[in-house]
């Protein structure tokens, strides 16, 4: 989960510096947070939408860590209401945890349009 984050992050950031290293290595030493302001809103919108769409993948796992240990909460609800076939709270259960993954990845779409200029209605 948390591994496919680095190297698409290096890649994207550091791989096209390559052909103006020099004028970056300036950037740098005059002002270090030139290179972050420069190069951080259209990498970091990038790395937002991926940590957004992992949070699908997170609850995915919070079912199965739930269950592994024992510990209380929507996971462990939903599955002995699976097996009791109480449909009513699994629905309910379904419809909560859709309704975080949506809000997560609208919030995450909003960060966006903060820091991508071209994602911004006009």
Known sequence: MSA??????????IKPLHSSSRKIR??????RWSFVCACSKVKYSR????????????VAGSVVI?????????????????????????QAVVVILAFWVVLVNL???????????RLRLS
């Open 4 to 13: 496919g984050l680095p190297k698409p992050c290096f890649f994207r950031i």
């Open 26 to 31: 300036v950037a740098l030493w005059r002002l």
């Open 47 to 58: 790395m937002v939408t991926f940590l957004a769409m992992t949070v699908a993948d997170i």
């Open 66 to 90: 739930e269950q592994v240990f024992a510990i209380p909460g929507l996971g462990r609800l939903l599955l002995s209401s699976i097996s009791g076939r109480d449909y009513p709270v699994v």
């Open 107 to 117: 919030i995450a779409d909003l960060i966006n349009q903060r820091l991508d200029p």
